[in-house]
């Protein structure tokens, strides 16, 4: 039986590792599977540790992330904020882990990441991205303050 091997069966893993400057950002681009029961992508440090999630919007999941009108997804790691909703804040953290998860997915596609300046991002997104201000990123970082404090802590 694949359970006992351990692991989480019918889970696909992506893993990474990232050394990006603070005037960087990575650019991951990915289609999403066929079907798929959950997914999500996040930053960690050099120790393996989440980003401060209810303080940073170090992750994501189909619920949080916007998918561009190709369908596909993609996402921008940085320290400042690129003015975009599908932003992972690698905070102070010079290098890190990227892990992206999908739960019982049909297929598997690949991603790409590329490294750019922070202040070319847009030139690797679609010209349709829509701007992300400050009021929204207050926003979407309440919520997740919220769903900490709401949060089963054993």
């Avoid at 400042?80 to 992972?88: A, C, E």
């Avoid at 979407?140 to 709401?150: D, E, H, S, T, W």
Wanted: glycine share 6%.
């Amino acid at each position: 039986k694949i359970e006992s091997i351990g692991g989480m069966p019918n889970q696909v893993y992506y893993d990474g590792a990232y050394q990006i400057d603070d005037d960087e950002a990575l650019v991951i681009e990915t289609a999403l599977p066929r079907e798929c029961t959950y997914w999500s992508l996040l930053v960690a440090d050099d120790r393996f540790s989440t980003v401060d999630w209810a303080n940073h919007q170090s992750s994501l999941n189909e619920a949080q992330a916007r998918l561009d009108s190709d369908g596909k997804l993609r996402v921008v790691i940085s320290r400042r904020d690129p003015g975009v909703q599908n932003w992972l804040d690698k905070a102070d953290n010079p290098w890190g882990i990227i892990q992206m998860r999908w739960k019982r997915p049909t297929d598997a596609p690949d991603a790409t990441v590329t490294r750019v300046k922070l202040a070319d991002v847009r030139r690797h997104l679609p010209a349709d991205t829509p701007a992300y201000g400050a009021a929204e990123r207050e926003e979407a970082i309440r919520k997740r303050r919220v769903g900490y404090q709401l949060r089963l802590h054993w």
